[in-house]
C-alpha cells in the first residue's frame, strides 16, 4: 500500500547542501509522521529526523542539529530534507519513512523506506 521515492542525492563538496525529496503514494499522507534514516556502509540505519503529520514539531538527531531541517508539504504528498553544512560522515543512503499517527515512534517495528538515495560528501 505504502509507497515512498526518494530523490535528490548526488556527489556535493564539504561544506555543501543538497535538497533530498520523497514522495508518497498510496495513503493518506496527511495522517502519517514521517521521517529520514540513512545508512552508512558498515553501521547501522540511523534515524536523522522526523515531522508530525501535520508538520508542527519536528526532531533531529545529534549529529545533524542546527545543519539539517525537515519539511512537508502535504498538498504535494512530498518531505524533504534540507542539508547544509554537508560532512564527509554525512555519506550514506538516505531513506524516508511513514507511520500512522500524529508522531514517529522510532521503536516501531513497522517501516515503509523506499529504495533510497545516495549522498557523497567529498573532495
Known amino acids: 500500500q505504502v509507497q515512498l521515492v526518494e530523490s535528490g542525492g548526488g556527489l556535493v563538496q564539504p561544506g555543501g547542501s543538497l535538497r533530498l525529496s520523497c514522495a508518497a503514494s498510496?495513503?493518506?499522507?496527511?495522517?502519517?509522521?514521517m521521517s529520514w534514516y540513512r545508512q552508512a556502509p558498515g553501521k547501522e540505519r540511523e534515524l536523522v529526523a522526523a515531522?508530525?503529520?501535520?508538520?508542527?514539531?519536528?526532531s533531529y538527531a545529534d549529529s545533524v542539529k542546527g545543519r539539517f531541517t525537515i519539511s512537508r508539504d502535504n498538498a504535494k504528498n512530498t518531505v524533504y530534507l534540507q542539508m547544509n553544512s554537508l560532512k564527509p560522515e554525512d555519506t550514506a543512503v538516505y531513506y524516508c519513512?511513514?507511520?500512522?499517527?500524529?508522531?514517529?515512534?522510532?521503536?516501531?517495528?513497522?517501516?515503509?523506506w523506499g529504495q533510497g538515495t545516495q549522498v557523497t560528501v567529498s573532495s
Open positions: 519513512d511513514a507511520q500512522y499517527g500524529y508522531y514517529y515512534n522510532k521503536d516501531s517495528t513497522f517501516h515503509s
Open positions: 498510496g495513503f493518506t499522507f496527511s495522517t502519517y509522521a
Open positions: 515531522i508530525t503529520s501535520t508538520g508542527g514539531r519536528r
